[in-house]
Every structure is written in structure tokens, then in C-alpha cells.
């Protein structure tokens, strides 16, 4: 069973999507069977590479919203977060472009790394101030998570890895996804938001009943017809509605 979750760096929800999803997924009895793949979504593409201001400003100005009313939001996300165990310190938020980072992610990706660049990259910005803009930072984080230090400089000197992220997000729009975090089981079952881990249980387990139905079968090992179309009372040895066969 294949789980793409389209995301940003730079969305408080997304990480606390994370932590729930991770949460119902532990507790998922084929977890083992389940692949899970990161793909880019940008909140903000106009973002310049550095924000001259703190992310109240930024909300309360690029997005028109009353300062009050940002402070009232950074209140209950960061209630929100604490449930699971995250530490949001909107105060300490670095505004940035998040589009190399996101490419940091695919260069993850190709090294078997990306949920463990994801999971550093959503801490660092929301826990712990750190640029996701900054060349030094994403080299660094990088070196931490084993990647070539050659390939991290291709990075900032070439565009790698950009038309993945591109494509991920004209792939998003293509879905009608309009919003982060979004959920996409099997190309089948989708969730948007951050809900709560009971709904991502209860959305694993309809999706693996459906790539998995029960198979009937007769006696000998072969499918049967009546128990295909429902007739399960009819098999020898069992019992019904109208009683048990003899």
C-alpha cells in the first residue's frame, strides 16, 4: 500500500499531520507492507529567499490578516502541536522560500533519507529558529543525514532536482489538492488536514480491505462461485440466517 503525502516545510499543520499519521500507522497491523513517499507543495512560491520580518508580520501583511487574529491562530496551532508532543515556537519562526529545501527532500529521497530530512527540516523550522532558506543550514542538515557533500553543493550551483519539485506540485493540482497536508492512499482514498489519528486508523485499514477483498474458496482450494456472490451459508459446515447445512 503506497501513502503520498503532499506538504510544506513551512506549514505548522503538516507537522502535526505527521505526528498523527505516524501515531495511527504504528498501530496499523501491515505497517511493514506500507510505503510512504513526501511530495513538495508550496504554501507561498513568492516568497523571497529571506523574509525581513517575523512570521506574525509576514501573515499579518503578505496575507492581510489582523495581527490579533495571527496571534490568536499561532495560540491554538501551537495548543494543537504541544498535544503531540511538538514544540512550536512561532516567535523564533525564520520566513523563507521553502523550494530548495523541498529539493533537499527529493535529493533525500534518492538516498532512502527523506522521511528523516522531513522530520529535521519541520523541527528546525518550528522548534528551533533555523533558517530552511539558508545555504549553511541545508549543507549542514545534509551532512548530518549522510548525503555527499558534492551533491548538496549541486544543489545551490544547478537546478537538480527542481522539475521534481515542480512536478509534484502541478501533480497536486492536477488532484485538486489546494490545501496541506494532503493524504493520498493508493491513488484511491484521500484526507486533508491534520486529522485526528482514529480517522487515519479507520482510512488504512478501508484502504487495505479494498487492495486486499477476502477470497472465498471451496474445499479443495478453488474459488468458489456461490461464496463469490454472497452465498457464504450455502459452504459445507456452516451456519446461517435459515439455520445450519447438514
Known amino acids: 500500500m503506497k501513502i503520498e503525502i503532499w506538504s510544506d516545510v513551512a506549514c505548522p499543520w503538516c507537522y502535526i499531520g505527521k505526528r498523527r499519521f505516524e501515531t495511527a500507522l504504528a ?9 510512504v513517499q513526501w511530495r ?3 504554501l507561498d512560491p513568492t516568497l523571497p529567499e529571506h523574509y525581513d520580518g517575523t512570521e506574525l508580520d509576514y501573515l499579518s501583511t503578505r496575507k492581510g490578516m489582523a495581527p490579533a487574529q495571527v496571534s490568536q491562530m499561532f495560540e491554538h496551532v501551537a495548543a494543537q502541536a ?3 508532543g511538538l514544540n512550536y515556537r512561532f516567535d523564533a519562526v525564520v520566513v523563507a522560500n521553502s523550494f530548495t529545501a523541498h529539493r533537499l527532500l527529493h535529493l533525500a529521497a534518492a538516498h532512502g533519507k527523506q522521511d528523516a530530512a522531513k522530520e529535521r527540516l ?3 523550522h518550528f522548534e528551533h529558529g533555523k533558517d530552511i532558506g539558508s545555504q549553511e543550514y541545508l549543507t549542514g542538515l545534509g551532512l548530518d543525514l549522510g548525503l555527499d557533500a558534492g551533491d548538496l553543493a549541486e544543489l545551490f550551483s544547478t537546478d537538480a532536482y527542481a522539475d521534481d519539485v515542480r512536478n509534484d506540485i502541478a501533480e497536486a493540482r492536477a488532484l485538486g489538492i489546494s490545501g496541506v497536508p494532503f493524504f493520498v492512499i493508493d491513488r484511491k482514498f484521500g484526507l486533508s488536514g491534520a486529522q485526528p489519528a482514529d480517522t487515519f486508523s479507520a482510512a488504512l485499514e478501508q484502504a487495505w480491505q479494498d487492495s486486499h477483498p477476502l477470497v472465498m474458496v471451496g474445499a479443495a482450494g478453488t474459488e468458489a462461485a456461490d461464496a463469490a456472490e454472497g452465498d457464504a451459508s450455502a459452504a459445507s459446515g456452516a451456519c446461517g440466517p435459515d439455520g445450519c447445512s447438514v
Open 27 to 35: 498501530a496499523f497491523p501491515h505497517r511493514d507492507a506500507v510505503e
Open 40 to 42: 513538495s507543495y508550496q
Open 82 to 84: 504541544k498535544g503531540e
Open 122 to 124: 519541520l523541527s528546525d
